[in-house]
């Protein structure tokens, strides 16, 4: 049994094969530098490294081996008010869970549900849609991070139907033209009728029409014209279309907007928000839940008739999505990302070379940490003289209303640290 209220965890990877191989995952590099005995195996996808209580991953306190959600059953106070309040009593649980994950093969077009939708869909259908709570989500790139995220601006989505026949016949000429009238104007229902209609097109016509707007993009490609390349989205149609052949999430790319974050900037994926990740390493922090409704570019189960009922059709740029942090008051190493949910926040800690010294401030939720950077020696009052070494990868339980003070160890090096909390 462990007595200190700070401790390292050991936290479970996931080995999905849309994951980066090798060396090349950042997940596999952290999960190396806490643990030297993980060996990286150059054929292997290492996907998502997994913080918290979720039974499908769950950590463990690296010093007894013990799993961090039995530890929290006997000492619930140590998760705080708000943490408690979102959980059932007795069941030691965080109410959020922390990733790292290292996209190589883009993810499936979904969303999640809010509260009320996920409670009817558990009800409905229980072995699809396993639990009735929401799974609103945040994505915050370590490396540059591409995605498809909301729906474009009609008027791009527009230009699309104008240049892209292949994209017009499968959405249907009537569905086309109403897009066309609408473009400039608010409301949303056309943009849901052609969507739907893209989305519930038979296989054989997405698959005929893919084949041929494949085929005149590698023609373009071929003849070095590059404006048609560019005009069509050729470049990420051919690589979904390699990953995906024949799949109607090929189409999705003129409907959706396609992102680029870099290091540091941030996505919210509240409830029905259509999304798909496609490259690139990033920190997620979710509430706990496994409800997804997806649609495309997936082998996985697929429910179309309700991801489209359920979508949000507001239009938006990608300079609208992204999800601005906060430098804390107080302390400007510290960026708050603090979305408009109970079950997470992400605090962001960006310690310069000339700081010697980093007190990461007690919370009045339980919280997990996580070096991306740097390494320092770890003390806090319930550790007493003890000392607990962090380096990249190493992750941490901080108890709440538990302060920890990092003293770092390499002169002239930054640190980047990460704390999901509620």
Request: hydrophobic share 35%.
């Amino acid at each position: 049994m462990c007595a200190a209220k700070v401790f390292a965890l050991k936290c479970s990877v996931q080995k999905y094969d849309w994951g980066k191989h090798g060396a090349a995952s950042e997940v596999a590099r952290l999960a190396h530098g806490a643990d030297e005995d993980f060996k990286i195996d150059a054929s292997t996808p290492y996907a998502e490294l997994w913080m918290g209580t979720h039974p499908k991953g769950p950590s463990t306190i690296c010093a007894t081996s013990e799993l961090l959600s039995d530890w929290i059953k006997t000492h619930p106070e140590t998760l705080g008010h708000k943490a408690k309040e979102l959980t059932s009593d007795g069941v030691g649980q965080l109410p959020f869970l922390f990733k790292v994950l290292s996209v190589n093969k883009s993810l499936s077009i979904q969303a999640h549900p809010n509260k009320r939708e996920a409670e009817r869909l558990h009800k409905e259908n229980p072995k699809e849609y396993p639990d009735g709570n929401h799974k609103p989500e945040m994505a915050i790139a370590l490396t540059p991070f591409e995605a498809l995220c909301g729906f474009r601006p009609k008027t791009e989505i527009a230009e699309f139907l104008k240049s892209v026949p292949e994209l017009r016949l499968v959405v249907g000429e009537g569905n086309a033209e109403d897009l066309l009238e609408e473009k400039s104007k608010s409301g949303s229902s056309s943009l849901k009728k052609s969507f739907t209609a893209l989305m519930t097109s038979d296989d054989k016509t997405i698959k005929e029409q893919l084949s041929h707007l494949v085929a005149r993009v590698q023609e373009a490609k071929t003849s070095g014209d590059s404006e048609a390349v560019v005009s069509c989205q050729g470049d990420l149609l051919l690589r979904l279309y390699d990953q995906f052949p024949g799949d109607v999430g090929c189409f999705a790319i003129y409907f959706l907007n396609f992102i680029t974050l870099k290091a540091g900037e941030a996505l919210f994926l509240e409830a029905n928000l259509p999304h798909a990740y496609l490259y690139g390493d990033c920190l997620e922090c979710m509430a706990c839940s496994d409800n997804v409704v997806r649609a495309g570019l997936t082998p996985k189960f697929k429910d179309v008739p309700t991801l489209c009922s359920l979508l949000n059709y507001d239009s938006k740029t990608p300079s609208d999505l992204l999800f601005k942090g906060s430098r804390m008051s107080d302390d400007p190493l510290v960026t708050i990302f603090d979305p408009p949910v109970p079950d997470f926040t992400v605090h962001q800690i960006q310690i310069p070379s000339t700081v010697d010294e980093q007190i990461i401030r007690p919370l009045d939720g339980a919280s997990i940490l996580i070096v991306i950077e740097g390494n320092a020696e770890a003390t806090s009052q319930s550790l007493g003289n003890d000392v607990l070494e962090v380096k990249d990868g190493s992750v941490l339980y901080i108890s709440a209303h538990e302060a920890v003070t990092l003293k770092l160890k390499s002169p002239n090096k930054e640190m980047l640290v990460y704390r999901a909390t509620c």
